[in-house]
């Protein structure tokens, strides 16, 4: 066989040999191609697809024949569009032999697709590029995945951050890990101090270990949470008071790994508990010490709640009272009526003082009670009952009644003496007035007898008729005076405002013939204007400075008029340098017709000093003397002040 067919032939077999190799190769490429679990494509450079995988074309939701020809960019999530472009070149230049990313497409139903990508330029032997192999995985579920994760995360974080509530992790060696905004401050540390500290550090003194205890039972798996209230010491030395409460976070085993624990500031609370607590003992203290007890009633004004006090001090158990309305036990001393008008007051939300009821007590007798009580409202303005206090006002009231008995008695008495003493005055003007008649008979027939037959008559009977006459006249006088003196009180003139100055002036006038015959001096102070009787208040002069003109001793009267305020009265005094009273006198010169000396020593009847008396009682006055036996004597006499306008 020459060389070239022997040549030739050796060739067709060499070639038939690559041939057969190359189909085979092919038919592997091809059935791996076909069989991958990822996408692969063919993409030439243009961005088109040349060929396809089942699995890409399932992932993509297309066919094999809507897929190849279709542009790469067409199926691309429009927000990553572009995102390959750059690198692509580089990758068809030969700048960089493989790809990488990770981008979004859109599947024929619409739905995004994450998948990771790798490319890789084919060439041909001169180093051309012919198209790229693409191998497409879908990371969808990762990416969702991890997108709740971060989503989650940022969820927590921002719990963390945000919460009203204190948050820590706290680290197996009791070591802060992280701690929140809120904590920081409660706790007055930044954040960065806090962690790596224990919460022990930072505790109270008086609340070291006090969580010790449930923790070792947490950790235990006996409770499945710590909660407790304690105190901790802040950065700046305050005290914070602070709920505390923890769970336990375990790993994949169970073994513990951290600690979450949540940190509520209740300092505030806490304090209002403890102004609670502050207020109701004062209050206890205030119900026990006192002896007045405190009540309440509910809107329907029965009786809610009422202070032992109550029961100790009249003998009634709270209990008999509970639940009942205060018209529902009547007083002793109310009627309907009074109960009813009660029941209105408190209908209409009246505060009311001093309400007092006589109540029956089971010991015997009966109990007087005073309640004050006033409306109550709670914090929406609603009507919620009534509150106060009770007394039980026993001894006061017996007192009282004790006092206007006494009171009334005397009002009687006063009542009774005033009509006697009225009745004696009539009796005594009656009187005086009635025997006037007869006796001007009998002295005018007796002067008449004695003109007529005095020298018929002896002398003895002469004498006889002397007396006579001289006593009619002397009884005159009497009667006469004792007609004045009823007068002061029967037919006294309204008091009006007076200046003393008119009534002595008055008195001086009708005493001048005997001030010049006893050649007296009289001085007088400035005298105060009164509500006085002008009439009679010259009569008292009158008669004063007529007794110290009268009762003289051997020197010329020297008479003075004072006058000296006093608490709610004026003092009017006369004062003479004449013979003077013997103490013991001091009352009886007032009386009627009482006189320390015969009628032939000194003139008179014994009446001045009783007008003058009278008078000044008439005045709301008093009147008495005071005197020196032989120098001389003061009378006193009192008016009530008034201010004048
Ligand atoms: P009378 O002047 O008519 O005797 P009075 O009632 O005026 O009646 O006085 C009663 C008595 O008081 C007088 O009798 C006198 O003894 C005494 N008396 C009154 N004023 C004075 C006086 N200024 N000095 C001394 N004695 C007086």
Redesign the pocket.
Known sequence: MPRAKQLQRADAAERKNVEAALRESEERFRRTFELAGSGLAHVDLDGRFIRVNRRLCEMFGYSEAELVGMLVKDLSHPEDRDAVDERRKKLITGEVETLRLEKRYLRKDGATLWMNVAIAMERDAAGRPLYAVSVLDDITARKHAEEALRESEARYRSTFELAGSGIAHIGLDRKFIRANRRLCEILGYPEHELVGKTGRQISHPDDLDVINAQRKRLYAGEIDHVRLEKRYLRKDGSTVWVAFSMVLERDAEGRPAYEIAIFDDITERKRAERALRESEERFRSLTQLSSDWYWEQDETFALRFMSQRMGEKTGLAASAFIGRKRWDQPALNLGDEDWARHRAQLERREPFREFEMERANPAGGTRWVSVTGEPVYDENGKFRGYRGVGSDVTERKRAEAELHRAHDELAKKAEELERSNAELEQFAYVASHDLQEPLRMVSSYTQLLARRYKDQLPAEAQEFMHFTVDGAARMKQLIEDLLAYSRVGTKGKELVPVSLEAPLKRALTNLRTAIEESGATVSADALPTVDADEVQLAQVFQ??I???L??RGKAAPRIHVGAAEQAGEWQISIA?N????EPQ?FER??MLF????AMGE???????????KKVAERHGGRIW?S?TPGA??T?HFTLPKKEFP
């Open positions: 008669n004063l007529g007794n110290a009268k009762f003479d004449g013979i003077g009273i006198y010169i007032f009482q006189r320390l000396h000194y003139p008179g009847t014994g009446i001045g000093l009783a007008i003058c003397v005197s001389g004597s009378f």
